[in-house]
């Protein structure tokens, strides 16, 4: 933290400063001196107390991150700017500092974190919205393209007779209320607003807990890097190709646009045939959720083969997955490994 030099200095050099500006005036009543010392001492000490204060809950700009890169993982890299199909792509390092400004600032506070959860809609179907619509898959969502599948409901505060918006799950709140009432009160950090929801849809993780792990994924330009609060310092620790979600019903979703947290981990994610309520398809390796069903994985094998598979020809390329963000499994299996469930937090941008 910069402050000001003159409450950077040591308390002690402040003391004799005072003792001589003391001495020089001519006070001869001790008593009187030592008082005033104490006083100026003590003002002092508020006046910078007041400004650490200040600048501790300044919000944060993208001109107050620093960015270096410490690579971790070096399969597969890819630099600041490259060259696709004659266009250029590029690492959004602004838009990403940002983000990254966002964290630190609510960082800042003090507050009580928690998640929304409702995977697979195993907290209970939400009510519907007060108006709804039906997307081009046929289900209903909130006007603002949040699914009522997998989301949670957001009343007004204290308005409990119908939701006005769905939150996605995986995204992050503030917890205000007790978790042990049947409706709790939460800010979005993920998103905007005080609302209330019934307590089910919320997972509290804590006070303690730093966000210091951050996965930005970029649907547009097809690419995903890593990062790691360091002291000041944000070190990149991976820069390589991805291939998110496509819009494209009935059964490819595009990855949502957000931040979300990771909040499970699964060696092997076996996943369908298209339209099938039991038939495993295949398996993605190294998996990590962060919102619904859509996961950071490895290169997808299909059944009957059964080993891993490293690379694939279309990472990096166009969006074409099922929701999830595809890696090199090499490189899904270094953020199973060092992103922490429950702390770590995915933002996916365009």
């Not at 400004?51 to 410490?70: C, F, G, N, Q, V």
């Not at 649907?219 to 820069?239: F, N």
């Not at 963000?325 to 937090?345: E, G, P, Y």
Request: hydrophobic share 35%; glycine share 6%.
């Amino acid at each position: 933290m910069k402050l000001h030099p003159i409450w950077a200095q040591h308390r002690w050099h402040l003391s004799i400063i005072l003792l001589a500006l003391a001495s020089c005036s001519g006070i001869e009543n001790n008593s009187d001196r030592a008082s005033q010392l104490q006083d100026s001492i003590e003002a002092a000490e508020e006046a910078r107390a007041k400004a650490e204060e200040i600048e501790r809950m300044r919000p944060r700009t993208k001109a107050d991150i620093s960015l270096k890169k410490e690579l971790l993982y070096e399969q597969h890299g890819l630099e600041d700017t490259y060259e696709y199909e004659g266009t250029q792509r590029y690492f959004q390092w602004d838009k990403i500092k940002e983000k990254l400004a966002h964290i630190e600032t609510f960082q800042n506070r003090e507050l009580d974190y928690a998640v929304l959860q409702n995977y697979k809609n195993g907290n209970g179907e939400s009510p519907l919205v007060r108006n709804f619509v039906r997307n081009d898959y046929k289900r209903v969502s909130d006007t603002l393209g949040t699914e009522r599948y997998q989301s949670t409901p957001l009343f007004l505060p204290d308005e409990w007779e119908a939701p006005i918006i769905y939150g996605r799950d995986g995204s992050l709140v503030a917890l205000h209320s007790a978790d042990t009432l049947e409706f709790v009160r939460i800010e979005g950090l993920s998103f905007d607003g005080v609302w209330d929801l019934p307590a089910r849809y919320v997972k509290r993780i804590g006070k303690q807990v730093r966000f210091e792990q951050v996965i930005v994924v970029d649907v547009k330009h097809q690419h995903i890097c890593t990062l790691e609060k360091q002291g000041e310092d944000w070190l990149v620790r991976s820069m390589n190709p991805a291939t998110t979600g496509v819009h494209q019903p009935p059964y490819a979703h595009e990855t949502p646009l957000g931040m979300f947290v990771i909040q499970e981990k699964k060696e092997k994610m076996y996943f369908l045939v298209d339209g099938s309520r039991t038939e495993i398809a295949g398996f993605a390796p190294y998996a990590s959720r962060f919102t619904n069903g859509g996961y950071i994985h490895g290169v997808p094998t299909n059944y009957p083969q059964q080993n891993i598979i490293e690379y694939s020809w279309s990472l990096g390329t166009t969006p074409r997955s099922h929701m999830c963000v595809r890696n090199a499994s090499s490189h899904a299996k270094f953020i199973f490994d060092w992103a922490k469930t429950l702390a770590s937090l995915v933002i996916v941008i365009d």
